[in-house]
């Protein structure tokens, strides 16, 4: 087991756009297996790559049903139906906020091994994904906030 450092806003890693993953060998499956450990060990509900310092397209969610690992996920579909609820973020630490998001989306991508996987998700899970996958393209919270809330 292994814990990465956090990088923190401020960190230009946080703003670029991450690269595709091209090749699922070692190198990708341990960076998953030490980012689940990171994610759990900060008590978050999902990391990105980028949080750590790598700039692949790369993300790890539990919001309380299970790991999910995605590489190069992707949203395919979108409700137009949105939900306002309070975000924060590991890179953030002690800032929270309201963010508007699709209540339900659907996200292909790849998992561990390599399988296209296709996942529906609604309200937290979806929100949670959302954020992640916002990570992967230079997005943060903060950037999207509606209301700070203390
Ligand atoms: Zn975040």
């Given at each position: 087991m292994a814990i990465y450092s956090i990088v923190k806003i401020g960190d230009p890693v946080l703003r670029e756009k991450a690269h595709e993953v091209k090749e699922?060998?070692?190198?990708i499956k341990k960076l998953l297996k030490n980012?689940?450990?990171?994610?759990y060990d900060a008590k978050g509900v999902g990391l990105a790559a980028p949080q750590i310092g790598v700039p692949k397209r790369v993300i790890v969610v539990d919001v309380g049903e299970g790991l999910v690992e995605l590489i190069n996920p992707e949203?395919?579909?979108?409700?137009?139906?949105?939900?306002?609820?309070?975000e924060g973020c590991l890179s953030i630490p002690g800032i929270q906020g309201e963010v508007?998001?699709?209540?339900?989306?659907?996200v292909?991508?790849?998992?561990?091994?390599?399988n296209s996987v296709v996942i529906k998700a609604e309200d937290f899970f979806a929100r949670a994904l959302?954020?992640?996958l916002d990570h992967l393209d230079g997005i943060l919270f903060v950037d999207k906030v509606k209301r700070f809330v203390d």
């Amino acid at each position: 087991m292994a814990i990465y450092s956090i990088v923190k806003i401020g960190d230009p890693v946080l703003r670029e756009k991450a690269h595709e993953v091209k090749e699922i060998n070692n190198t990708i499956k341990k960076l998953l297996k030490n980012m689940a450990d990171t994610m759990y060990d900060a008590k978050g509900v999902g990391l990105a790559a980028p949080q750590i310092g790598v700039p692949k397209r790369v993300i790890v969610v539990d919001v309380g049903e299970g790991l999910v690992e995605l590489i190069n996920p992707e949203i395919i579909e979108c409700s137009d139906e949105t939900e306002v609820d309070i975000e924060g973020c590991l890179s953030i630490p002690g800032i929270q906020g309201e963010v508007e998001r699709a209540k339900r989306i659907t996200v292909k991508g790849l998992d561990g091994e390599g399988n296209s996987v296709v996942i529906k998700a609604e309200d937290f899970f979806a929100r949670a994904l959302q954020h992640e996958l916002d990570h992967l393209d230079g997005i943060l919270f903060v950037d999207k906030v509606k209301r700070f809330v203390d």
